[in-house]
């Protein structure tokens, strides 16, 4: 059963948001630090001041509810989604996951041009029906009863596309755990998924790299992985300890996201505001927040981890649907050699963008949107 949904978050949960920002009590960093030893503390404190002076998540809510959102139980719990029908006579199903930490925000401005591109000056016939899902334990999904990951995901997400909403064939993008989740609904279910577009590498081949370019890549993978893996090792093991501090710091879970969202994206000079709003930035850790998900979605790594970190099993791969590659320079995970990635993948498109990081839908949307547009070109569905 489908249930429309809209987002009307009580007043009271904003002001005690706001409240805990603006009687946090700061702390020292570094003299040399910038961002060197994560979320620069001087950014914080001017990010706060603006979060309890000027942002309006009220403007962000109409943002969400301009939008047809919907609840359906899928597998015992609430799975929310956006679903925007596309112009014309027969707009092909796209289904966009997010990943962590990331949220429905990172494709708000895209769903029109995805769905209505006669209005951007495009084809109605290239329009699509999108469908953008919270994952579940993420933000407006309810959380499953312990942490699942990315395969159990796509399961729901394809039963969400098929069983749910009723159609026959889509396709899939995703960026971070997205990218994960396009490559287990592309594996499971080839029936169903007709194609997958994808902007990052997490998935592993069990047989591992092959020849001297490959094996260069994979150590220059690990070293340059060491200083990231401070949060995903905490996630993945001890989520819930973490969770004590993060859920009574609306500034720690800030910080948290904001070191990300620096630290993988194609800024310039240091500048995260090069390529983010404080509003963009806000509302995406917000709807951490009103939601009270920090904690469940962090289960995603855990979840992961169960089901057997990055590695796919060997008997099916190559994965045999169509596959589009857009590699964009700045993505924190470097991608392997293509002759790595044609040992997972069916690939179709190979597109080495110019520009753009990790956050591809929020850095680099109108490349991300043209290069769905002209994969969808040659799929046959």
């Not at 904003?14 to 009687?23: F, L, M, S, Y």
């Not at 029906?129 to 919270?134: A, T």
């Not at 591992?208 to 993945?236: C, H, L, P, V």
């Not at 800024?267 to 983010?276: G, H, L, Q």
């Amino acid at each position: 059963m489908i249930r429309p949904f809209k987002i009307n978050i009580s007043n009271k949960i904003i002001e005690e948001i706001n409240t805990k920002v603006a009687n946090y009590s700061w702390h020292e960093m570094p003299e040399d630090g910038g961002w060197n030893y994560g979320t620069n503390l001087d950014y914080m404190k001017e990010i706060s001041k603006y979060w309890i002076e000027k942002f309006d998540w009220r403007k962000t809510e109409e943002k969400i509810n301009k939008f047809r959102n919907f609840k359906t139980n899928i597998n015992g719990f609430d799975v929310h989604f956006i679903q925007e029908k596309g112009s014309g006579t027969n707009p092909r199903p796209l289904l966009l996951s997010h990943g962590w930490p990331g949220s429905i925000i990172e494709f708000l401005h895209i769903i029109d041009q995805l769905a209505h591109p006669e209005k951007y000056g495009g084809k109605k016939e290239d329009a699509f029906d999108v469908i953008v899902p919270s994952l579940p334990g993420f933000g407006f999904s309810s959380r499953p009863p312990k942490p699942i990951g990315p395969r159990k995901m796509a399961n729901i997400f394809n039963s969400l596309m098929i069983k749910v909403l009723g159609y026959k064939k889509y396709l899939a993008q995703g960026g971070d755990f997205g990218g994960t989740i396009a490559t287990w609904l592309a594996y499971d279910f080839p029936k169903n998924c007709a194609a997958i577009h994808i902007n990052i590498l997490i998935v592993r081949h069990p047989d591992g790299s092959q020849n001297k370019k490959e094996k260069e890549w994979e150590e220059r993978f690990k070293k340059n992985q060491m200083i990231e893996d401070g949060y995903r090792t905490q996630q993945a093991t001890k989520p819930q300890t973490l969770s004590y501090a993060m859920m009574d710091s609306p500034v720690g879970v800030a910080a948290w996201i904001i070191e990300k969202m620096h630290g993988w994206s194609d800024i310039k000079d240091n500048n995260i505001e090069s390529v983010y709003s404080k509003d963009s930035l806000l509302s995406n850790i917000m709807v951490y927040l009103v939601t009270k998900t920090f904690n469940t979605a962090s289960w995603i790594y855990y979840g992961r981890r169960e089901e057997g970190g990055r590695l796919l099993p060997k008997k099916g791969l190559p994965i045999k649907i169509p596959t589009a590659i857009a590699l964009f320079p700045k993505e924190y995970l470097e991608w392997a050699p293509r002759s790595y990635v044609e040992r997972i993948y069916n690939i179709q498109r190979w597109t080495k963008m110019k520009k753009g990081g990790h956050f591809a839908a929020l850095e680099q949307p109108d490349l991300l949107v043209k290069d769905i547009r002209e994969f969808a070109k040659i799929l046959n569905f």
